[in-house]
């Protein structure tokens, strides 16, 4: 498919309909998180599970990563604006690692245990699959383009869906086994993850 795009992407028209395409997606992606980023909150709240709290942060840095992206696309071809954008990016998932970081340290010297969350389990699944999803569609427009942004964007949604699947393995692990430490063990994977990103977007935002 990105190979039949990219074949066609030379005319204008093909380009303002990539565009527009990549504009749609990183509204679903909107649409998606901010109403994920509410419930997830809630139930992080009502479980006391860090690792819920990590994942509804995370999704409100993709709320502000889809923003900026809607932002670059709405003038693709200045180069400074693309840098900007990738250094909010970089600069949001470092604040988001530290954060988690700490908070997870805390709850493992306290032993404090959650509790379990079917809420949480069944909007994390669903997360994972849409997200999947999202991220391929992202891929391929980006490169069709020559996004840069679009394109790291789509490694943000990636990493949704990744830490989607680890914060969903430590709750069932929690509910199902009694394991309260898979919750800190999880967010810890956003801390990884999230530095990781960060270190990439501030790399192609100095490129």
């Known amino acids: 498919m990105a190979a039949i795009i990219l074949n066609v992407a030379a005319t204008p028209a093909a380009v303002e309909g990539l565009r527009r395409h990549g504009l749609r997606l990183e509204c679903a992606t909107l649409g998606w998180n901010v109403v994920g980023s509410a419930l997830v909150l809630v139930a992080a709240v009502s479980a006391r599970s860090v690792a819920l709290a990590g994942f509804g942060l995370d999704s409100l840095i993709e709320i502000v990563a889809s923003l900026v992206v809607v932002w670059q696309l709405q003038e693709m071809h200045a180069p400074e604006r ?18 988690i970081a700490a908070q997870s340290i805390y709850v493992l010297v306290a032993e404090a245990h959650p509790r ?3 809420l949480g389990i069944v909007w994390l699944a669903l997360t994972a699959a849409v997200m999947f999803a999202l991220a391929a569609g992202k891929r391929a427009t980006g490169r069709a383009l020559g996004s840069r942004v679009l394109q790291t964007e789509a490694r943000v949604t990636v990493i949704d869906g990744l830490l989607a699947t680890a914060v969903l393995l430590g709750l069932i692990l929690n509910a199902a086994l009694g394991w309260w430490w898979a919750d800190p063990a999880a967010a810890f994977v956003i801390v990884y993850y999230g530095l990781r990103e960060a270190r990439h977007a501030l790399h192609d935002a100095a490129a």
């Open 116 to 118: 379990s969350s079917l």
């Open 82 to 99: 693309e840098r900007r954008a990738l250094r909010v990016i970089g600069v949001a998932f470092l604040l988001l690692a530290a954060y």
